[in-house]
């Protein structure tokens, strides 16, 4: 059913502001003319699409999941006049990118300000969510691009390997006598035991690891970053399980100690994953360019 893509700028609107007139005043028409389109548009569709208010206007159930949609039609139809005005020249626009405050901090902060460096007019937008999450924002064409933690696979999003990742188990001082000394996955349980909150890649690849053995994690804490893990075993309350490259720096100082495992943690990654089949804006295709 192919219907005039006025009416649905016309519904977009009134959705988005919650008024007829304000609605409106954006696309420069007049309130009876966003009245009758909508009206149009409830009988092309076979159901009603908004409720009258005391103020405005309010989407019906229907009318709900019509404008998820056409939100994601606008984004889209924004990136490609994004793209078409970015075509020969990186002075102006904007990349949206997805990933986690461990992420960010630990991977993109680098790249994050070189690409300021060299294109100061170029806005970026960083979403801070969980790699799971950046997978929806991305889904859902809120985002440009985004950085995840590996393995991760959909159907719809292309994936590129960047940069590995190697999770380990580590304790602080009070816990030293494990240091270098192998600890059997099976023996885990007689140790105060910290792990990420569920919901993260990380968590999820780590149960996986351990359910594989025949083991299943009993945290008596569980925290919401890296750092806290990294604080927190360093301050004695236990062995904690975090990535060894977001660790370094206390790893070589002594502060806290990895604790060989068996069996080992397999590796991981970071991943970059974007939209099959959509192009990029010449802006974020520059910036994954700059990354490893």
């Known amino acids: 059913m192919l219907i005039n893509m006025e009416w649905y700028r016309v519904f977009y609107w009134t959705a988005k502001t919650g008024s007829l007139s304000r609605a409106a005043e ?3 028409i007049t309130q009876p003319a966003v009245t009758q389109t909508i009206k149009q548009l409830e009988a092309k569709l ?17 009318g709900e999941v019509l404008f998820r949609y056409i939100e994601q039609a606008y984004r889209f139809m924004e990136t490609g006049e994004r793209m078409l005005a970015e075509m020969h020249s990186l002075q102006s626009g904007e990349i949206s990118i997805g990933a986690s405050d461990t992420l960010c901090k630990h991977y993109l902060m680098p790249y994050l300000e070189r690409f300021h460096k060299e294109y100061p007019d170029i806005r970026i937008r960083v979403t801070n969510r969980t790699s799971p999450e950046t997978i929806s924002l991305l889904k859902e064409g809120k985002i440009d691009f985004g950085i995840v ?40 349980s007689q140790y105060p035991l910290m792990l990420l909150e569920k919901g993260s890649s990380t968590r999820r690849s780590l149960d996986e690891y351990a359910n594989a053995n025949g083991i ?33 720096d206390e790893l070589a100082s002594g502060e806290i100690i990895e604790i060989p495992l068996q069996p080992p ?28």
């Open 149 to 188: 933690h590996m393995p991760a696979a959909d159907k719809q999003l292309d994936f590129r390997v960047s940069m590995p990742l190697q999770d380990i188990l580590v304790c602080g001082r009070a816990y030293s006598a494990l240091g270098g000394n192998v600890l059997k996955l099976e023996n885990i």
């Open 26 to 28: 954006q696309l420069y």
């Open 216 to 248: 299943k994690l009993a945290p008596e804490l569980e925290l919401g970053s890296i750092d806290l893990l990294v604080q927190f075993a360093r301050s004695g309350f236990g062995l904690a399980f975090l990535i060894r490259e977001y660790a370094a």
């Open 46 to 62: 076979g159901g009603q699409l908004f409720f009258r208010m005391a103020k405005g206007v309010k989407l019906t159930a229907e």
């Open 265 to 292: 943690i397999p590796a991981r990654s970071i991943g970059i994953t974007t939209l099959s089949g959509v192009p990029l804006s010449a802006a974020a295709k520059r910036f994954i360019e700059l990354l490893p």
